[in-house]
Structures are given as structure tokens and as C-alpha cells.
């Protein structure tokens, strides 16, 4: 093995150890804060509408950054597009409601509709990911299911604010767990 590779793997190294906490504060936050959704979902109803829209522009700016990245397929890249972009767009939406003195309530009803919209594009996502890698496979297989999922029960009760809070709830605590489960994976590859 050549002295490049050997420092190159250790750079990896090294930059893994320093991203697993990040990851694991993440997915810690996800859970709490997807157990308060749930606990409270007719008081939090404005809050999670803001969460949301926090949640789609960041989520958008990372996923169309991802596009750009390599070892992807066509239909991967543009997916990641098409859902990046409506994340970022339905994400400053949801800000305008509140910005205009619109009602947040008819914000939230507007953004329901979105977000499933993007939960139905992230799973066939995760789905196709998980068609064209092994790795994580299991994961992308379950991930896929659950947002298209949470993506119909959405477009089939667009107007029940409950029944956002409550989608949002699990998909955050689901997402949270898969996320500390990565942070711990990712330090153990750090290790190694």
C-alpha cells in the first residue's frame, strides 16, 4: 500500500471522528423534539409550521448541494434536484405565510400539501438509492416506505393540523434514531 493512500485513508479518518457528533446531536434533537410534537400537537401547530419550513429550506440546500455530488445516477441526481429545490421554495413558502399576516393555520394546510408532496419524492429517493447501492440498503428500503407513507396519510388528510403534527412527530423521531444509529456507525468506522 502506498504512502498516499495510507495518509488518504487517515484523513477519512480523521474527518469521520469529527462528524459523528454532529450526527448524533442531530438525531438526539430530531427525537426531542419530534416527542413534543407529539405531546402537545394542537399547541405546537404554529411552531411545527415553522420547524417545517427551518427543516425544508436546510434539508432543499443539502439535498440540491448532494446533486452535485459524484457516483450518482442520472435519476438520483435529479431527484435530489427536484426535491432540493421544492424543499427550498415550499420551505420560504411556509415564511411568507407568517411574513404577510396571512393566517399561519391557512400556511400550515398550504405546507401539509408540500411536505407530503416532498416525503412522497424523498422516498421514491430513497428507494431508487437503495436499488442502486447495497450499502444501507435495509435503511433506504425502510426509509423509502415510511416517508411515502407519511406522504399519502398527509395528502389524504391535508387539513387535519393534528394530523400533521402528529406525521411529523414520528417521521422526526424515526429520522432522529436512524441518525444516531449513523453517528455511532460513523464513529466506529472512525476507529477502524
Request: hydrophobic share 60%; net charge neutral; charged share 10%.
Given at each position: 500500500?502506498?504512502n498516499?493512500v495510507?495518509?488518504?485513508?487517515?484523513s477519512?479518518?480523521?474527518?469521520?471522528?469529527k462528524?459523528?457528533?454532529?450526527?448524533?446531536f442531530?438525531?438526539?434533537?430530531?427525537?426531542?423534539?419530534?416527542i413534543?410534537?407529539?405531546?402537545?400537537?394542537?399547541?405546537?401547530v404554529v411552531?411545527?409550521?415553522v420547524?417545517l419550513?427551518i427543516?425544508?429550506?436546510v434539508?432543499?440546500?443539502?439535498?440540491?448541494?448532494?446533486g452535485?455530488?459524484?457516483?450518482?445516477?442520472?435519476?438520483?441526481?435529479?431527484?435530489?434536484?427536484?426535491?432540493?429545490i421544492?424543499s427550498?421554495?415550499l420551505?420560504?413558502?411556509?415564511f411568507?405565510?407568517?411574513?404577510?399576516e396571512?393566517?399561519?393555520?391557512?400556511?400550515?394546510?398550504?405546507?401539509?400539501?408540500f411536505?407530503?408532496?416532498n416525503?412522497?419524492?424523498?422516498g421514491?429517493?430513497?428507494?431508487?438509492?437503495?436499488?442502486?447501492?447495497?450499502?444501507g440498503?435495509?435503511?433506504?428500503?425502510?426509509?423509502?416506505?415510511?416517508?411515502?407513507?407519511l406522504?399519502?396519510?398527509?395528502?389524504?388528510?391535508?387539513?387535519?393540523?393534528?394530523v400533521?403534527?402528529?406525521?411529523?412527530?414520528?417521521?422526526?423521531?424515526?429520522?432522529?434514531?436512524?441518525?444516531?444509529?449513523?453517528?455511532?456507525q460513523?464513529?466506529?468506522?472512525a476507529?477502524a
Amino acid at each position: 500500500m502506498s504512502n498516499a493512500v495510507i495518509i488518504e485513508q487517515e484523513s477519512d479518518a480523521q474527518a469521520l471522528s469529527k462528524t459523528w457528533g454532529v450526527l448524533l446531536f442531530i438525531g438526539l434533537a430530531s427525537i426531542v423534539i419530534g416527542i413534543l410534537v407529539m405531546v402537545w400537537p394542537g399547541k405546537t401547530v404554529v411552531v411545527v409550521a415553522v420547524l417545517l419550513a427551518i427543516y425544508l429550506v436546510v434539508s432543499g440546500i443539502f439535498e440540491i448541494v448532494r446533486g452535485f455530488g459524484s457516483g450518482l445516477s442520472g435519476g438520483m441526481r435529479a431527484l435530489l434536484f427536484i426535491g432540493g429545490i421544492l424543499s427550498l421554495i415550499l420551505g420560504l413558502f411556509a415564511f411568507r405565510g407568517f411574513v404577510v399576516e396571512e393566517s399561519p393555520f391557512d400556511a400550515v394546510w398550504l405546507l401539509a400539501l408540500f411536505v407530503a408532496i416532498n416525503f412522497i419524492f424523498r422516498g421514491v429517493g430513497q428507494l431508487m438509492e437503495a436499488a442502486d447501492h447495497k450499502e444501507g440498503r435495509g435503511w433506504n428500503i425502510f426509509g423509502g416506505i415510511v416517508s411515502l407513507l407519511l406522504g399519502i396519510i398527509i395528502l389524504v388528510t391535508p387539513g387535519d393540523i393534528v394530523v400533521l403534527a402528529w406525521v411529523m412527530g414520528i417521521f422526526l423521531v424515526i429520522s432522529g434514531i436512524m441518525a444516531v444509529i449513523g453517528a455511532f456507525q460513523v464513529k466506529s468506522l472512525a476507529k477502524a
